[in-house]
């Protein structure tokens, strides 16, 4: 029994990390006979999760939406401000989050009823916090064009530049960048035959058309220095600061949006990465402890000209 569970949720996991698997393919990965991955793929949907199959050729499973949220352990208010915590989160600025919250992002709202992917959008619409204050992308868009990188399946959509009508283009999709509270998809565009970044908040109905690609090389570092270039959008900072307090206190306060290391029973050294220094200023404000900035001089001028500024306001108001 305990390999038999095993075994589903290992199939779970897979079928979470595909737009589709040929059964046979799938079948191989787990090292099962088709008709083992035919009962274990019941076994699923027994358990509530809508596992879609197609016969012939091309035939295969897929892990689709369902009428009813799947066992994830969530209820749907919960489900819910995860979704949105999960895309505020993508949004932070803060360096080696973007990629894992987008894909938590994806799995989630992938297997979310459509009644609570409007309620997803509809609440990060009207919510504005530190990390998001860019424009607002629906979940529906945001994942049809995650997906379509993670398949390597050309993507079509209409696309509105600015000050121009929309057009449609087709693209090989390659990435899906947050920089500077914007969402960005960075691909190769078909129709103009060169590389290009398109502002997520701006292109509407992307649809995928089955057609997989092999992907071409990116004229650049990586996709975040492709979109840096294409838009100027600053370089991110990374900020050191000696905090003279307990390492667990500053953990509890900064989480994972900062590497915290221990340097003695009362002091730690912390590291964040951000996009803006606003968001370092108000972390370290909520530590309630004494500190000394490390680096880089930006941040050390930004935190004096804060400083100066609640000591002015105090000062009037007294």
């Not at 879609?52 to 939406?65: E, H, K, M, V």
């Not at 919960?78 to 992002?105: C, K, P, T």
């Not at 390492?247 to 340097?263: K, N, P, Y």
């Not at 730690?268 to 000394?292: H, I, K, V, Y």
Request: hydrophobic share 40%.
């Amino acid at each position: 029994m305990a390999n038999t569970s095993s075994r589903t949720l290992r199939l779970l996991s897979l079928l979470q990390t595909h737009r589709h698997w040929p059964g046979l393919e799938l079948a191989d990965r787990l090292g099962i006979s088709e008709r083992t991955l035919r009962r274990d793929v019941e076994r699923l949907r027994e358990l509530g999760y809508p596992v879609g199959a197609a016969r012939g050729t091309d035939g295969g499973y897929q892990l689709a939406p369902g009428a009813v949220l799947p066992p994830l352990l969530l209820d749907d208010e919960e489900a819910v401000a995860l979704a949105v915590g999960v895309g505020d989160a993508a949004q932070s600025g803060i360096a080696g989050m973007e990629e894992a919250s987008l894909r938590a992002l994806t799995k989630l709202v992938r297997v979310l009823p459509p009644r609570l992917r409007t309620r997803v959008d509809a609440l990060r619409a009207v919510t504005v916090s530190a990390g998001t204050s860019g424009p607002v992308v629906g979940a529906g868009v945001l994942t049809a064009v995650a997906q379509a990188c993670r398949d390597e399946e050309r993507l079509r959509f209409a696309y509105a530049a600015r000050g121009a009508a929309p057009t449609e283009r087709e693209v090989e999709p390659h990435r899906v960048v947050a920089l500077g509270g914007r969402w960005y998809l960075v691909a190769y565009d078909l129709g103009r035959h060169d590389w290009r970044s398109f502002r997520l908040d701006r292109l509407t109905g992307p649809r995928a058309t089955g057609a997989r690609f092999r992907p071409r090389a990116l004229p650049a570092e990586d996709a975040v220095s492709f979109v840096r270039t294409a838009s100027g959008a600053p370089a991110p900072y990374t900020v050191e600061v000696l905090v003279h307090a307990p390492s667990s206190r500053v953990r509890q306060v900064v989480g994972h949006w900062g590497t915290v290391e221990q340097l003695a029973q009362d002091s730690c050294r912390l590291t964040m990465t951000s996009t803006t220094l606003d968001w370092p200023t108000q972390a370290l404000g909520n530590l309630g402890a004494e500190f000394e900035v490390l680096g880089p001089p930006e941040f050390a001028a930004h935190v004096r000209e804060w400083g100066a500024r609640f000591v002015r306001g105090a000062g009037a108001s007294a």
